[in-house]
């Protein structure tokens, strides 16, 4: 019989919340939980979430040098996977893999024996590893906001949040194995792969893109100023407001914090994006932070879902000299945009971080609408 006070894991409670965290602790004990798995689920907190875990994962089985006996993964191999999914990696002899890492071992291999470079499938699971891990996050607190109600005992609480992941989970698998299908087909039915490509049978390189960067003005200060969950409502506000305005070509790349990356093959719907995310900012009102966007274009990789090139630094760069609530470009996307339905004036000749040279800038507006002082 495992004395839980003795081991620290009662420390700081009393009444009705320790007699819930023994109930707690010794329902997990029955079910097979070590004295070690029990203290480091303590010292980080997730206790109330241990019961959920193991339904999910299962009990740990295997050490990592079974797997990939079994699978014929090479072991380094195995935890090169883990470590490119933001996943622990636990020694090779340490009993903590479940029957869920089994089966991932053997769908690695699967694509393998397919031809899959192994570069290449670090390189895919990088990117799924940390979407995923947002993902989940939003998930677990989903989830919990679900079950939490004040004054729940703990190990109430805990079956609570087991049983709804349970009812949950069966879901999410063929959920993100549909939306993960549906970005296929569109990365599928806008990729441009050109003659010369064709014939050597190489990876599009780099082509003619714009790049377009939005972000909120002032959000470092406005983070001195306000709690943590406003600001990351803030940010999260920003990501739906782009999600909502963005349509094909253009295409939503990702979010840094208090910015928004936005690519097209075409540049006119770039401009016009961005004008509609700086015009959705300002409509939601004196709470939320003015936009400013830079638009940028020329040649440009992509690579893990990411763009590199002269036209995304530049981008960046001309953000940062943008008033609030206003869009720059340069005299290539002014040029290659048209005037339909907008009208561009000069902006002045602005040095850039970065660029030998300065660069002619141009704020672009739609048409009837104030100039700005």
């Given at each position: 019989?495992v ?78 996977l ?66 939490l ?8 609480l ?68 306000v ?21 094909a070509?253009?295409?939503?790349v ?10 097209s093959?075409e ?55 943008a008033r ?13 945009a ?36």
């Amino acid at each position: 019989m495992v004395d839980f006070a003795a081991e620290g894991l009662l420390e700081g409670l009393d009444d009705e919340a320790r007699a819930a965290r023994e109930r707690l602790l010794r329902r997990l004990t029955d079910s097979g939980v070590g004295l070690d798995e029990l203290k480091r689920a303590a010292d980080e907190d997730r206790l109330v979430l241990l019961p959920a875990e193991r339904l999910i994962g299962g009990e740990p089985r295997y050490t990592g040098a079974e797997i990939a006996e079994r699978t014929g993964l090479e072991p380094e191999f195995f935890l090169a996977l883990r470590r490119a999914n933001g996943l622990p990696v636990p020694e090779l002899d340490a009993r903590v893999f479940t029957e869920a890492d089994l089966e991932a071992s053997w769908i690695a291999k699967t694509f393998r024996d397919a031809g899959v470079k192994a570069d290449d499938m670090l390189a895919i699971t990088r990117v799924l590893g940390r979407g995923l891990a947002q993902a989940a996050e939003l998930m677990r607190s989903v989830t919990l906001d679900l079950v939490l109600e004040p004054g729940t005992p703990e190990d109430e609480l805990a079956l609570r949040y087991a049983d709804a992941a349970a009812r949950l989970e069966p879901l999410t698998a063929p959920m993100l194995g549909q939306m993960i299908n549906l970005h296929l087909r569109h990365v599928v039915a806008t990729e441009l792969i050109s003659a010369r490509e064709r014939e050597t049978g190489q990876l599009p390189g780099a082509r003619d893109v714009g790049i377009a960067f939005a972000d909120l003005v002032g959000f470092t200060r406005i983070g001195e100023e306000v709690d943590p969950t406003e600001l990351g409502r803030m940010a999260d506000r920003l990501e739906t407001l782009a999600a909502e305005r963005v349509e094909a070509p253009v295409r939503l790349v990702k979010t840094i914090g208090d910015a928004v990356m936005l690519v097209s093959p075409e540049i006119e719907p770039l401009v016009r994006t961005s004008l509609d995310l700086v015009e959705a900012a300002d409509a939601e009102g004196e709470e939320f932070p003015q936009l400013r966007a830079g638009v940028a274009s020329g040649a440009a990789l992509s690579r893990a879902g990411d763009w590199y090139g002269q036209p995304v630094n530049l981008a960046s760069r001309i953000t940062a000299r943008a008033r609030p609530g206003s869009v720059l470009v340069t005299t290539d996307v002014r040029d290659q945009a048209g005037e339909d339905g907008v009208r561009y004036s000069f902006a002045g000749e602005k040095r850039l971080k970065g660029v030998r040279e300065p660069v002619p800038l141009f704020r672009v507006r739609r048409n009837g609408s104030t100039p700005e002082g």
